[in-house]
Protein backbone atom coordinates (compact mmCIF):
# COMPACT_ATOMS: atom_id res chain seq x y z
CA UNK A 1 0.00 0.00 0.00
CA UNK A 2 2.95 2.58 0.85
CA UNK A 3 4.58 1.72 -2.52
CA UNK A 4 1.79 2.28 -4.67
CA UNK A 5 1.01 5.50 -2.82
CA UNK A 6 4.43 6.55 -2.99
CA UNK A 7 4.56 5.89 -6.40
CA UNK A 8 1.73 7.43 -7.72
CA UNK A 9 2.78 10.60 -5.22
CA UNK A 10 6.04 10.48 -7.42
CA UNK A 11 4.77 10.22 -10.93
CA UNK A 12 2.18 13.27 -10.37
CA UNK A 13 4.56 15.16 -8.81
CA UNK A 14 7.36 14.55 -11.70
CA UNK A 15 4.73 15.05 -14.10
CA UNK A 16 3.58 18.63 -13.38
CA UNK A 17 7.34 19.83 -13.20
CA UNK A 18 8.39 18.64 -16.17
CA UNK A 19 5.16 19.81 -18.30
CA UNK A 20 5.97 23.07 -16.39
CA UNK A 21 9.58 22.54 -17.60
CA UNK A 22 8.70 22.24 -21.25
CA UNK A 23 5.64 25.17 -21.22
CA UNK A 24 8.37 27.99 -19.89
CA UNK A 25 11.89 26.69 -20.27
CA UNK A 26 12.77 29.43 -23.48
CA UNK A 27 10.65 32.60 -21.43
CA UNK A 28 12.84 35.72 -20.62
CA UNK A 29 13.90 35.32 -17.02
CA UNK A 30 16.54 37.84 -17.56
CA UNK A 31 14.63 41.09 -17.54
CA UNK A 32 12.87 42.64 -14.71
CA UNK A 33 9.73 42.54 -16.70
CA UNK A 34 10.07 38.60 -17.72
CA UNK A 35 11.31 37.64 -14.11
CA UNK A 36 8.92 39.64 -12.18
CA UNK A 37 5.73 40.35 -14.29
CA UNK A 38 6.08 37.34 -17.23
CA UNK A 39 6.57 39.80 -19.60
CA UNK A 40 2.71 40.63 -18.82
CA UNK A 41 2.22 37.97 -21.14
CA UNK A 42 -0.46 36.32 -18.77
CA UNK A 43 -4.42 35.19 -20.17
CA UNK A 44 -7.25 34.48 -18.18
CA UNK A 45 -6.86 30.91 -17.87
CA UNK A 46 -3.41 30.81 -16.21
CA UNK A 47 -4.17 34.08 -14.04
CA UNK A 48 -7.46 31.91 -12.35
CA UNK A 49 -4.98 29.40 -12.04
CA UNK A 50 -2.49 30.84 -10.56
CA UNK A 51 -4.77 33.09 -8.10
CA UNK A 52 -7.07 29.73 -6.99
CA UNK A 53 -3.68 27.68 -5.99
CA UNK A 54 -1.69 30.90 -4.77
CA UNK A 55 -4.97 31.34 -2.09
CA UNK A 56 -4.91 27.33 -1.49
CA UNK A 57 -2.63 25.30 0.39
CA UNK A 58 -2.80 23.32 3.34
CA UNK A 59 -3.43 25.78 5.96
CA UNK A 60 -6.84 26.15 4.21
CA UNK A 61 -7.39 22.94 2.95
CA UNK A 62 -6.60 21.82 6.37
CA UNK A 63 -7.72 24.44 8.31
CA UNK A 64 -10.96 25.34 6.95
CA UNK A 65 -12.01 22.32 7.03
CA UNK A 66 -11.16 21.96 10.66
CA UNK A 67 -13.11 24.73 11.14
CA UNK A 68 -16.04 23.18 9.71
CA UNK A 69 -15.83 20.46 12.18
CA UNK A 70 -16.51 22.00 14.48
CA UNK A 71 -18.63 25.18 13.72
CA UNK A 72 -20.23 23.78 10.39
CA UNK A 73 -21.26 25.67 7.09
CA UNK A 74 -20.78 29.57 8.71
CA UNK A 75 -17.22 29.47 7.92
CA UNK A 76 -18.16 29.12 4.46
CA UNK A 77 -17.84 32.90 4.49
CA UNK A 78 -14.06 32.91 3.56
CA UNK A 79 -14.73 31.32 0.72
CA UNK A 80 -18.16 33.33 -0.36
CA UNK A 81 -17.11 36.73 0.39
CA UNK A 82 -13.97 36.48 -1.35
CA UNK A 83 -16.05 36.49 -4.66
CA UNK A 84 -16.97 40.13 -3.77
CA UNK A 85 -13.94 41.23 -3.18
CA UNK A 86 -12.81 39.56 -6.49
CA UNK A 87 -15.34 41.41 -8.75
CA UNK A 88 -14.02 44.67 -6.36
CA UNK A 89 -10.98 44.19 -7.76
CA UNK A 90 -12.34 43.09 -11.32
CA UNK A 91 -14.08 46.31 -11.71
CA UNK A 92 -12.80 48.74 -9.38
CA UNK A 93 -8.72 47.96 -8.54
CA UNK A 94 -7.33 46.45 -11.56
CA UNK A 95 -8.19 49.02 -13.92
CA UNK A 96 -6.34 51.67 -12.10
CA UNK A 97 -3.78 49.37 -11.02
CA UNK A 98 -2.87 48.68 -14.82
CA UNK A 99 -2.90 52.26 -15.49
CA UNK A 100 0.17 52.71 -13.44
CA UNK A 101 2.21 49.84 -15.17
CA UNK A 102 3.25 48.40 -11.46
CA UNK A 103 4.66 45.41 -10.90
CA UNK A 104 4.39 45.86 -6.54
CA UNK A 105 1.48 47.26 -4.62
CA UNK A 106 4.10 50.00 -2.87
CA UNK A 107 5.08 51.45 -5.93
CA UNK A 108 1.60 52.54 -6.37
CA UNK A 109 1.74 54.40 -2.77
CA UNK A 110 5.03 55.84 -4.26
CA UNK A 111 3.15 57.35 -7.55
CA UNK A 112 0.11 58.54 -5.10
CA UNK A 113 2.22 59.53 -1.82
CA UNK A 114 6.24 59.34 -1.72
CA UNK A 115 8.98 57.55 -1.75
CA UNK A 116 8.73 56.81 2.22
CA UNK A 117 5.25 55.79 1.96
CA UNK A 118 6.48 53.29 -0.76
CA UNK A 119 9.21 51.84 1.57
CA UNK A 120 7.42 51.84 4.68
CA UNK A 121 5.01 49.25 2.90
CA UNK A 122 7.74 47.41 1.26
CA UNK A 123 9.03 46.93 4.69
CA UNK A 124 5.77 45.86 6.63
CA UNK A 125 5.55 43.28 3.96
CA UNK A 126 8.46 42.14 3.97
CA UNK A 127 8.69 41.54 7.56
CA UNK A 128 4.84 40.15 7.82
CA UNK A 129 5.79 37.52 4.68
CA UNK A 130 8.60 36.45 6.71
CA UNK A 131 7.39 35.95 9.92
CA UNK A 132 4.00 34.87 9.16
CA UNK A 133 2.87 33.78 5.82
CA UNK A 134 6.02 31.80 5.11
CA UNK A 135 6.97 29.98 7.98
CA UNK A 136 2.93 29.17 8.55
CA UNK A 137 2.53 27.54 4.79
CA UNK A 138 5.31 25.03 5.46
CA UNK A 139 4.64 24.05 8.54
CA UNK A 140 1.14 23.40 7.75
CA UNK A 141 1.91 21.67 4.43
CA UNK A 142 4.34 19.34 6.45
CA UNK A 143 2.06 18.46 8.92
CA UNK A 144 -0.88 17.56 6.39
CA UNK A 145 2.05 15.48 4.45
CA UNK A 146 2.59 13.45 7.50
CA UNK A 147 -1.21 12.41 8.09
CA UNK A 148 -1.74 11.78 4.37
CA UNK A 149 1.00 9.89 3.22
CA UNK A 150 1.36 8.32 6.57
CA UNK A 151 5.21 9.69 6.96
CA UNK A 152 6.48 7.67 9.99
CA UNK A 153 5.50 4.92 8.53
CA UNK A 154 6.95 5.44 5.00
CA UNK A 155 9.58 6.80 6.21
CA UNK A 156 10.86 4.63 9.42
CA UNK A 157 11.34 7.91 11.19
CA UNK A 158 9.29 7.94 14.50
CA UNK A 159 10.94 11.18 15.68
CA UNK A 160 8.04 14.18 15.32
CA UNK A 161 10.39 16.63 15.33
CA UNK A 162 13.22 14.82 12.80
CA UNK A 163 10.38 14.03 10.99
CA UNK A 164 9.06 17.99 10.80
CA UNK A 165 11.98 19.12 9.92
CA UNK A 166 13.16 17.24 7.06
CA UNK A 167 9.59 17.35 5.54
CA UNK A 168 9.79 21.19 6.40
CA UNK A 169 12.93 21.56 4.27
CA UNK A 170 12.87 19.29 1.22
CA UNK A 171 9.45 21.02 0.07
CA UNK A 172 10.93 24.73 1.03
CA UNK A 173 14.22 23.87 -0.96
CA UNK A 174 11.89 22.37 -3.98
CA UNK A 175 9.99 24.93 -3.27
CA UNK A 176 12.28 28.02 -3.85
CA UNK A 177 13.86 26.72 -6.50
CA UNK A 178 10.44 26.76 -8.85
CA UNK A 179 10.34 30.53 -7.87
CA UNK A 180 13.64 31.95 -7.66
CA UNK A 181 15.17 29.94 -10.75
CA UNK A 182 11.71 30.29 -13.20
CA UNK A 183 9.82 33.53 -12.01
CA UNK A 184 6.55 34.27 -12.15
CA UNK A 185 5.51 32.76 -15.47
CA UNK A 186 6.77 29.10 -14.53
CA UNK A 187 4.96 29.49 -10.76
CA UNK A 188 1.94 30.38 -12.64
CA UNK A 189 2.08 27.63 -15.35
CA UNK A 190 2.70 24.84 -11.83
CA UNK A 191 -0.28 26.48 -10.27
CA UNK A 192 -2.89 26.18 -12.79
CA UNK A 193 -1.68 22.18 -13.76
CA UNK A 194 -1.64 22.01 -9.95
CA UNK A 195 -5.24 23.43 -9.55
CA UNK A 196 -6.68 21.52 -11.55
CA UNK A 197 -5.98 18.39 -9.66
CA UNK A 198 -6.80 19.92 -6.66
CA UNK A 199 -10.46 20.60 -7.66
CA UNK A 200 -10.30 16.92 -9.07
CA UNK A 201 -9.24 15.61 -6.26
CA UNK A 202 -11.35 17.87 -3.45
CA UNK A 203 -14.10 16.88 -5.28
CA UNK A 204 -13.17 13.13 -5.38
CA UNK A 205 -12.63 13.02 -1.51
CA UNK A 206 -16.47 14.63 -1.41
CA UNK A 207 -17.96 11.82 -3.30
CA UNK A 208 -15.84 9.29 -1.09
CA UNK A 209 -16.54 10.44 1.74
CA UNK A 210 -20.57 10.87 0.95
CA UNK A 211 -20.31 7.18 -0.17
CA UNK A 212 -18.93 6.46 3.30
CA UNK A 213 -21.91 8.39 4.84
CA UNK A 214 -24.53 6.53 3.28
CA UNK A 215 -22.65 2.99 3.38
CA UNK A 216 -22.12 2.61 -0.02
CA UNK A 217 -25.59 3.70 -1.35
CA UNK A 218 -25.16 6.62 -2.99
CA UNK A 219 -23.83 10.50 -2.67
CA UNK A 220 -27.27 11.81 -2.88
CA UNK A 221 -27.84 9.26 -0.35
CA UNK A 222 -25.02 10.38 1.61
CA UNK A 223 -26.31 14.25 1.47
CA UNK A 224 -29.73 13.28 2.96
CA UNK A 225 -28.01 11.66 5.66
CA UNK A 226 -25.96 14.70 6.68
CA UNK A 227 -28.92 16.49 6.67
CA UNK A 228 -31.05 14.74 8.67
CA UNK A 229 -28.70 14.18 11.39
CA UNK A 230 -26.55 17.02 11.71
CA UNK A 231 -29.09 20.05 10.56
CA UNK A 232 -27.44 22.42 12.83
CA UNK A 233 -23.73 21.98 11.25
CA UNK A 234 -25.55 23.27 7.68
CA UNK A 235 -26.58 26.39 8.47
CA UNK A 236 -25.08 29.63 6.33
CA UNK A 237 -25.48 31.91 9.41
CA UNK A 238 -23.12 31.74 12.25
CA UNK A 239 -24.14 32.41 15.88
CA UNK A 240 -22.47 34.42 18.08
CA UNK A 241 -20.05 31.86 19.86
CA UNK A 242 -19.02 30.67 16.41
CA UNK A 243 -15.52 32.19 14.90
CA UNK A 244 -17.86 33.37 11.92
CA UNK A 245 -21.00 35.81 13.62
CA UNK A 246 -23.19 36.47 10.93
CA UNK A 247 -22.69 39.94 11.49
CA UNK A 248 -18.73 40.47 11.07
CA UNK A 249 -19.46 39.30 7.36
CA UNK A 250 -20.11 42.82 6.89
CA UNK A 251 -17.07 44.26 8.85
CA UNK A 252 -13.97 42.58 9.36
CA UNK A 253 -14.82 39.26 7.45
CA UNK A 254 -15.39 41.66 4.54
CA UNK A 255 -12.38 44.00 4.62
CA UNK A 256 -9.86 41.14 5.54
CA UNK A 257 -11.52 39.60 2.24
CA UNK A 258 -10.94 43.09 0.03
CA UNK A 259 -7.50 43.18 1.45
CA UNK A 260 -6.53 39.91 1.02
CA UNK A 261 -7.82 39.61 -3.14
CA UNK A 262 -7.63 43.34 -4.08
CA UNK A 263 -4.75 45.03 -2.20
CA UNK A 264 -2.18 41.62 -1.22
CA UNK A 265 1.10 41.53 -3.92
CA UNK A 266 1.49 37.83 -2.92
CA UNK A 267 -2.10 37.12 -4.73
CA UNK A 268 -2.87 40.25 -7.14
CA UNK A 269 0.98 40.23 -8.67
CA UNK A 270 0.02 37.23 -11.22
CA UNK A 271 -3.03 40.39 -12.60
CA UNK A 272 -0.68 43.32 -12.95
CA UNK A 273 1.01 40.66 -15.23
CA UNK A 274 -2.04 40.18 -17.39
CA UNK A 275 -1.60 40.59 -20.92
CA UNK A 276 -4.46 43.33 -21.23
CA UNK A 277 -7.14 44.43 -19.07
CA UNK A 278 -9.81 42.58 -20.13
CA UNK A 279 -7.90 39.35 -19.94
CA UNK A 280 -7.26 40.15 -16.38
CA UNK A 281 -10.77 40.72 -15.43
CA UNK A 282 -11.58 37.76 -16.68
CA UNK A 283 -8.97 35.76 -15.05
CA UNK A 284 -10.26 37.28 -11.66
CA UNK A 285 -13.94 36.55 -12.39
CA UNK A 286 -13.09 33.18 -13.00
CA UNK A 287 -11.44 32.78 -9.90
CA UNK A 288 -14.46 34.11 -8.47
CA UNK A 289 -17.09 31.60 -9.92
CA UNK A 290 -14.64 29.03 -8.78
CA UNK A 291 -14.69 30.11 -5.31
CA UNK A 292 -18.05 29.90 -5.44
CA UNK A 293 -18.05 26.05 -5.18
CA UNK A 294 -15.20 26.28 -2.39
CA UNK A 295 -17.42 25.59 0.26
CA UNK A 296 -17.91 21.80 -1.22
CA UNK A 297 -14.36 20.68 -1.28
CA UNK A 298 -13.27 23.16 1.53
CA UNK A 299 -15.84 23.19 3.71
CA UNK A 300 -18.42 20.29 3.15
CA UNK A 301 -15.58 17.54 3.87
CA UNK A 302 -15.11 18.94 7.74
CA UNK A 303 -19.05 18.21 8.11
CA UNK A 304 -18.25 14.49 6.69
CA UNK A 305 -15.79 14.23 8.68
CA UNK A 306 -17.42 15.52 11.82
CA UNK A 307 -20.82 13.10 10.95
CA UNK A 308 -18.08 10.56 10.72
CA UNK A 309 -15.20 10.51 13.46
CA UNK A 310 -16.98 13.14 16.20
CA UNK A 311 -17.51 10.28 18.65
CA UNK A 312 -13.79 8.96 18.06
CA UNK A 313 -12.14 11.78 19.41
CA UNK A 314 -10.50 13.22 16.36
CA UNK A 315 -9.14 16.88 16.71
CA UNK A 316 -10.99 19.47 14.59
CA UNK A 317 -7.30 20.26 12.39
CA UNK A 318 -6.65 16.19 12.31
CA UNK A 319 -10.11 15.83 10.46
CA UNK A 320 -9.18 16.12 7.06
CA UNK A 321 -6.53 14.18 7.11
CA UNK A 322 -7.93 11.47 8.86
CA UNK A 323 -11.34 11.84 6.43
CA UNK A 324 -8.32 11.39 3.29
CA UNK A 325 -6.52 8.84 4.69
CA UNK A 326 -9.24 6.41 5.52
CA UNK A 327 -12.15 7.21 2.44
CA UNK A 328 -9.40 7.60 -0.25
CA UNK A 329 -8.01 4.02 -2.35
CA UNK A 330 -4.33 3.97 -1.99
CA UNK A 331 -3.84 5.26 -5.42
CA UNK A 332 -5.79 8.47 -5.27
CA UNK A 333 -4.42 9.05 -1.52
CA UNK A 334 -0.85 9.52 -3.63
CA UNK A 335 -2.11 11.67 -6.21
CA UNK A 336 -4.16 13.86 -3.74
CA UNK A 337 -0.85 14.05 -1.47
CA UNK A 338 1.00 15.18 -4.95
CA UNK A 339 -1.25 17.49 -5.73
CA UNK A 340 -1.42 19.18 -2.01
CA UNK A 341 2.20 19.33 -1.99
CA UNK A 342 1.67 21.39 -5.41
CA UNK A 343 -0.72 23.50 -3.40
CA UNK A 344 2.46 23.81 -0.77
CA UNK A 345 4.50 24.77 -3.12
CA UNK A 346 2.57 27.40 -5.26
CA UNK A 347 1.57 29.01 -1.70
CA UNK A 348 5.62 29.04 -0.98
CA UNK A 349 6.92 29.95 -4.09
CA UNK A 350 3.95 32.66 -5.35
CA UNK A 351 4.89 34.44 -1.79
CA UNK A 352 8.37 33.99 -2.57
CA UNK A 353 8.37 35.03 -5.71
CA UNK A 354 6.21 38.04 -4.17
CA UNK A 355 8.76 39.00 -1.32
CA UNK A 356 11.90 39.10 -4.22
CA UNK A 357 9.73 41.59 -6.13
CA UNK A 358 9.39 43.79 -3.37
CA UNK A 359 12.95 43.58 -2.03
CA UNK A 360 14.60 43.63 -5.86
CA UNK A 361 12.01 46.57 -6.87
CA UNK A 362 11.65 48.53 -3.85
CA UNK A 363 14.57 48.09 -1.73
CA UNK A 364 17.43 47.29 -3.47
CA UNK A 365 16.69 49.02 -6.75
CA UNK A 366 14.70 51.81 -4.85
CA UNK A 367 17.21 52.67 -2.20
CA UNK A 368 20.90 49.92 -2.08
CA UNK A 369 22.10 50.33 -5.83
CA UNK A 370 19.66 52.90 -7.96
CA UNK A 371 21.65 52.70 -11.10
CA UNK A 372 21.29 48.70 -10.70
CA UNK A 373 21.34 47.41 -14.11
CA UNK A 374 18.36 44.88 -15.24
CA UNK A 375 20.70 41.90 -14.58
CA UNK A 376 21.82 42.86 -11.06
CA UNK A 377 17.98 43.76 -9.90
CA UNK A 378 16.71 39.95 -11.18
CA UNK A 379 20.43 38.60 -9.70
CA UNK A 380 19.70 40.33 -6.19
CA UNK A 381 15.95 39.15 -6.04
CA UNK A 382 17.11 35.41 -6.23
CA UNK A 383 20.25 35.88 -3.65
CA UNK A 384 17.57 37.38 -1.04
CA UNK A 385 14.99 35.02 -2.14
CA UNK A 386 17.55 32.19 -0.86
CA UNK A 387 18.25 33.82 1.68
CA UNK A 388 14.35 34.41 2.92
CA UNK A 389 13.55 30.61 2.26
CA UNK A 390 16.59 29.76 4.85
CA UNK A 391 15.47 31.91 7.38
CA UNK A 392 11.57 30.51 6.59
CA UNK A 393 12.50 26.67 6.80
CA UNK A 394 14.24 28.13 10.32
CA UNK A 395 11.41 29.69 11.88
CA UNK A 396 8.97 27.21 10.27
CA UNK A 397 9.06 24.06 12.44
CA UNK A 398 9.28 26.44 15.63
CA UNK A 399 5.45 27.20 15.11
CA UNK A 400 4.93 23.47 16.12
CA UNK A 401 2.51 23.24 19.33
CA UNK A 402 -0.24 26.50 17.97
CA UNK A 403 -3.50 25.60 18.77
CA UNK A 404 -5.47 26.78 15.57
CA UNK A 405 -3.46 28.05 12.80
CA UNK A 406 -6.02 29.07 10.40
CA UNK A 407 -7.18 31.29 13.32
CA UNK A 408 -3.97 32.63 14.05
CA UNK A 409 -3.25 33.46 10.75
CA UNK A 410 -6.33 35.34 10.21
CA UNK A 411 -5.43 37.22 13.73
CA UNK A 412 -1.71 38.00 12.41
CA UNK A 413 -2.70 38.90 9.01
CA UNK A 414 -5.06 41.87 10.41
CA UNK A 415 -2.58 43.53 11.63
CA UNK A 416 -0.78 44.88 8.08
CA UNK A 417 -4.10 43.66 5.98
CA UNK A 418 -6.26 46.89 7.82
CA UNK A 419 -3.57 50.00 7.38
CA UNK A 420 -2.35 49.11 3.84
CA UNK A 421 -6.02 48.78 2.42
CA UNK A 422 -7.20 51.68 4.30
CA UNK A 423 -4.03 53.47 2.68
CA UNK A 424 -4.77 52.19 -1.00
CA UNK A 425 -8.57 53.01 -0.78
CA UNK A 426 -7.83 56.54 0.39
CA UNK A 427 -5.21 56.91 -1.99
CA UNK A 428 -7.50 56.00 -4.76
CA UNK A 429 -10.24 57.80 -3.95
CA UNK A 430 -9.22 61.32 -2.84
CA UNK A 431 -6.86 63.74 -4.51
CA UNK A 432 -5.47 66.01 -1.53
CA UNK A 433 -4.86 63.72 1.10
CA UNK A 434 -0.81 64.31 1.83
CA UNK A 435 1.76 61.55 2.12
CA UNK A 436 1.81 62.75 6.08
CA UNK A 437 -1.73 61.36 6.45
CA UNK A 438 -0.12 57.62 4.83
CA UNK A 439 2.33 57.40 6.82
CA UNK A 440 0.58 58.23 9.93
CA UNK A 441 -1.92 55.74 9.07
CA UNK A 442 0.38 52.50 8.50
CA UNK A 443 2.54 52.87 10.97
CA UNK A 444 -0.08 54.00 13.44
CA UNK A 445 -2.64 50.95 12.23
CA UNK A 446 -0.62 48.62 12.61
CA UNK A 447 0.68 49.72 16.01
CA UNK A 448 -3.28 49.96 17.09
CA UNK A 449 -4.08 46.24 15.83
CA UNK A 450 -1.33 44.86 17.56
CA UNK A 451 -1.81 46.80 21.03
CA UNK A 452 -5.43 45.63 21.12
CA UNK A 453 -4.01 41.96 20.39
CA UNK A 454 -1.63 41.77 22.72
CA UNK A 455 -1.55 45.17 25.07
CA UNK A 456 -3.46 44.99 28.20
CA UNK A 457 -6.01 46.76 28.89
CA UNK A 458 -6.47 47.47 24.90
CA UNK A 459 -6.94 43.89 24.79
CA UNK A 460 -10.81 44.38 26.26
CA UNK A 461 -12.09 45.92 23.12
CA UNK A 462 -11.26 42.89 21.06
CA UNK A 463 -12.68 40.86 23.65
CA UNK A 464 -16.31 43.18 24.52
CA UNK A 465 -17.02 43.94 20.71
CA UNK A 466 -14.93 40.77 18.38
CA UNK A 467 -11.91 40.86 17.04
CA UNK A 468 -13.47 41.47 13.62
CA UNK A 469 -16.05 44.29 14.66
CA UNK A 470 -12.44 46.05 16.15
CA UNK A 471 -10.25 45.87 12.97
CA UNK A 472 -13.01 47.33 11.07
CA UNK A 473 -13.36 49.99 13.67
CA UNK A 474 -9.30 50.51 13.42
CA UNK A 475 -9.98 50.77 9.79
CA UNK A 476 -12.89 53.49 9.93
CA UNK A 477 -10.47 55.07 12.54
CA UNK A 478 -7.79 55.43 10.10
CA UNK A 479 -9.85 56.31 6.50
CA UNK A 480 -11.13 58.96 8.91
CA UNK A 481 -7.96 60.64 10.54
CA UNK A 482 -5.92 60.47 6.44
CA UNK A 483 -9.78 62.69 5.19
CA UNK A 484 -9.13 64.72 8.32
CA UNK A 485 -5.14 65.74 7.71
CA UNK A 486 -6.56 65.89 3.84
CA UNK A 487 -8.65 68.82 5.12
CA UNK A 488 -6.44 70.48 7.15
CA UNK A 489 -3.18 69.88 5.33
CA UNK A 490 -3.78 69.59 1.78
CA UNK A 491 -1.50 68.36 -0.82
CA UNK A 492 -0.45 71.78 -2.22
CA UNK A 493 -2.04 70.38 -5.74
CA UNK A 494 -4.77 67.40 -6.70
CA UNK A 495 -3.22 64.21 -7.89
CA UNK A 496 -3.65 62.98 -11.38
CA UNK A 497 -3.27 59.20 -11.98
CA UNK A 498 -1.36 59.11 -15.40
CA UNK A 499 -1.51 56.30 -17.52
CA UNK A 500 2.14 55.00 -18.53
CA UNK A 501 0.51 52.78 -21.80
CA UNK A 502 1.78 49.80 -21.22
CA UNK A 503 -1.40 47.65 -20.87
CA UNK A 504 -4.02 47.82 -23.22
CA UNK A 505 -6.63 49.15 -20.43
CA UNK A 506 -10.18 48.22 -22.70
CA UNK A 507 -12.58 46.65 -20.73
CA UNK A 508 -13.95 43.13 -21.33
CA UNK A 509 -17.83 43.58 -22.36
CA UNK A 510 -18.60 41.10 -19.77
CA UNK A 511 -17.37 42.11 -17.03
CA UNK A 512 -20.13 44.26 -15.14
CA UNK A 513 -22.64 41.76 -15.93
CA UNK A 514 -20.68 38.57 -14.85
CA UNK A 515 -20.09 40.69 -11.70
CA UNK A 516 -23.92 41.56 -10.86
CA UNK A 517 -24.26 37.62 -11.26
CA UNK A 518 -21.33 36.33 -9.06
CA UNK A 519 -23.18 38.76 -6.73
CA UNK A 520 -26.26 37.32 -6.80
CA UNK A 521 -25.16 33.67 -6.59
CA UNK A 522 -23.15 34.62 -3.35
CA UNK A 523 -26.57 36.06 -1.99
CA UNK A 524 -28.46 33.27 -3.54
CA UNK A 525 -25.93 30.77 -1.42
CA UNK A 526 -26.74 32.49 2.06
CA UNK A 527 -30.44 32.27 1.37
CA UNK A 528 -30.71 28.81 0.40
CA UNK A 529 -28.97 27.58 3.35
CA UNK A 530 -29.92 29.75 6.14
CA UNK A 531 -31.54 27.97 9.50
Known sequence: MH????????????????????????????????YFLAGRSLTFPLIAGSLLMTNLSTEQMVGLNGAAFADGLSVMAWEVVAVIALVALALFFLPRFLKSGIATLPQLLEIRFDKDTQLITNIIFLIAYAVILLPIILYSGAIGLQGMLDLPGLTGIQSSTTLLWLTVWIVGIIGAIYALFGGLRTVAVSDTLNGVGLLIGGFVIVYFGLQAVSGGTGIMEGWSILKESDPEKLNSIGGAEQQVPFFTLFTGVFLINLFYWSTNQQIIQRTFAAKNLAEGQKGVLLTGLFKLLGPLYLVLPGIIAYHLYAD????????????????????????????????????????????????????????????????????????FGWIMAVITMIIAPLLAGQDSLFGYL?????IYFIPILAVVIVGLLTKRVPPMAAKIALVGGCLLIAAGYFVPPFTLLPQVMHEFHFVALVFVLLVAVMLIIGKLRPRETDWVQEHTGDVDLTPWKGAVPAGIALVVLVIVMYISFAG
Open 3 to 34: MLTLASFLFFTGLVAFVTWRITHRDDHSSTSG
Open 312 to 383: QGVRADEAYGHLVFNVLPPYLTGFFAAVMVGAILSSFNSALNSTTTIFSLGIYKGVLNKDATEEQVVKSGKV
Open 410 to 414: QKMNA
